[in-house]
């Protein structure tokens, strides 16, 4: 009996080791790459530089003059924490106390 082992299932092993390394590799470039995006978005989005389209609620009083001003504020949404989630619910433009002073 030969204690010296065998070449060819050497070689397999380390052929089987590099492929399932480059493999490895390949998924955890990937996995980078993808994170990195991620986080690139999420920051171009909070700074501005990538534009949302979504409908608003408005609500509001129909007696307005041609060419008046009004004081209006932005409801914001609350997640399920109860805290604003920074996105918009609606914009509240009601008749308020100037309407009704006299002066």
């Known amino acids: 009996m030969s204690t010296t082992p065998n070449k060819s299932v050497d070689e397999g092993l380390v052929r089987g080791f590099k492929i399932v390394g480059k493999g490895f590799l390949y998924l955890l470039g ?26 608003l609620d408005v609500y509001m009083t129909s007696n307005w003059l041609v060419g008046e001003n009004r004081i209006c504020w932005v409801v ?7 805290k604003p989630t920074g996105k918009f619910d609606s914009l509240q433009c009601p008749a308020g106390e100037t309407e009704n002073r006299t002066t």
């Open 30 to 55: 990937v996995i980078t790459a993808v994170g990195v995006g991620i986080a690139e978005y999420e920051s171009l989005d909070q700074k501005g530089y990538i534009p949302h389209d979504r409908t």
């Open 76 to 82: 914001f949404q609350k997640g399920a924490d109860g």
